[in-house]
C-alpha cells in the first residue's frame, strides 16, 4: 500500500521540547519527494513563473517545489542576512508567538509578468504569508496563492491569502505527549 504525502509527513512529524518538529520530513527522500510533489500538484496549471519561500524552511521546500514545477525561485529573506540590491520590505504582523518579522524582497526578482506561489512548512496566523503577498504584489506579480505541510489558519484570515493548499491541518497532528 502506498502512503499519501499526508500520511508520509504526519509520520515524520515529532513532539520536541513541546513544539512540533518537520525536519525529519527532509531528511527521508521518499517523504521529502513525495510531499514536494503534492505541494506543487494543484499549482500544476496556473502558469506560474515563481515559487517564492521564507527562510529557512520556505528556501529549501520553496526550491524543490520550483524546481517540481519548472519555475525559479524566489528568496524572501529576513533582517540579518546579506542581501544585496534594492528590496522590498515589509514587518509582519505579530505571528503565533507575538513576533514581527522584517521581510526583504530584491525588487528586481519580480515584475508584472510573473505568477507567484509561495511554500511554506506551517501557517500560524498567516502574518508572514501575507507580508510576503504584499510585498510580491508590489513588484507587480501576480500572487497565485500558498502551498504549506501544515494548516493552523483560522478562517478569518483566509480570504487575505488567496488559495492556500495543505498537506494536513494542525488538528490532525495528535497532541503532544505528556
Not at 533582517?79 to 521581510?103: A, M, T
Not at 501557517?123 to 513588484?139: D, I, P
Not at 489558519?153 to 488567496?162: K, S
Request: one cysteine or more; hydrophobic letters at 45%; aromatic letters at 6%.
Amino acid at each position: 500500500m502506498s502512503l499519501t504525502a499526508r500520511d508520509l509527513a504526519l509520520t515524520s512529524l515529532r513532539w520536541i521540547d513541546g513544539h512540533v518538529d518537520v525536519w525529519p520530513i527532509f531528511r527521508d527522500a521518499r517523504t521529502l519527494a513525495t510531499v514536494v510533489t503534492e505541494l506543487a500538484r494543484p499549482f500544476r496549471n496556473e502558469r506560474l513563473t515563481a515559487v517564492c519561500g521564507v527562510e529557512s524552511r520556505g528556501f529549501l521546500l520553496g526550491g524543490a517545489v520550483a524546481v517540481e514545477l519548472g519555475v525559479g525561485f524566489v528568496a524572501i529573506r529576513k533582517d540579518g542576512g546579506l542581501f544585496p540590491g534594492d528590496k522590498v520590505v515589509r514587518e509582519s504582523e505579530p505571528d503565533y508567538r507575538g513576533l514581527r518579522h522584517r521581510l526583504r524582497l530584491q525588487r528586481s526578482s519580480l515584475g508584472a509578468a510573473d505568477r507567484v506561489l509561495m511554500v511554506d512548512d506551517w501557517l500560524e496566523t498567516g502574518s508572514q504569508a501575507r507580508a510576503v503577498r504584499e510585498v510580491v504584489e508590489e513588484c507587480g506579480a501576480t500572487w497565485v496563492g500558498c502551498a504549506v505541510i501544515v494548516d493552523e489558519l483560522a478562517d478569518a484570515a483566509r480570504p487575505r491569502l488567496g488559495a492556500v493548499h495543505s498537506l494536513l491541518p494542525a488538528r490532525d497532528i495528535p497532541p503532544c505527549p505528556t
